[in-house]
Structure formats: C-alpha cells, structure tokens
C-alpha cells in the first residue's frame, strides 16, 4: 500500500479560503450585483457586465493578498 501525503488531508489552498472570503465580501456588500431597477428618476447608471467581473477580480486579488499575509500594510 501506498504512503498516503498527509499534508492534503484538511488542509485548503490559499486559493479556495480566498474564494470563500470573496463570497462572503461580495454577498455582504453586495459587490458584483446588478442594480434593482426602480421606478421613478435614477441617477447612477447601470454597471456593465465587464465592469462587475472587473470588480469581481479585483476583489479577488486583494482577498487573496490578505490570505497569503500580503496586505497592503506590509
């Protein structure tokens, strides 16, 4: 029988706590979101798609910065 690599058992890639943390971020502050249309007089315009995955990825980046301990104050 082969030796089994403990070190993957229970252990998460920087990657996947960073996607989680992005998920919470993004559903909390409702980053990425479509604006709820609404009757009357709007002033913002509505996002684009590119500009929500532009969002999206940035947001990304910086949770995986803050992850791996490389956040803007170090």
Do not use: W
């Not at 590119?50 to 803050?66: D, F, K, W």
């Amino acid at each position: 029988m082969e030796a089994v690599n403990g070190a993957g058992f229970g252990a998460r890639r920087n990657e996947d706590i960073a996607l989680d943390l992005l998920k919470f971020v993004a559903g909390t502050t409702g980053v990425g979101r479509t604006a709820a249309g609404s009757t009357g007089f709007s002033g913002a315009s509505v996002p684009k798609p590119e500009e929500h995955v532009n969002e999206l990825l940035e947001l990304y980046s910086r949770c995986l910065q803050a992850v791996e301990g490389k956040g803007a104050g170090k």
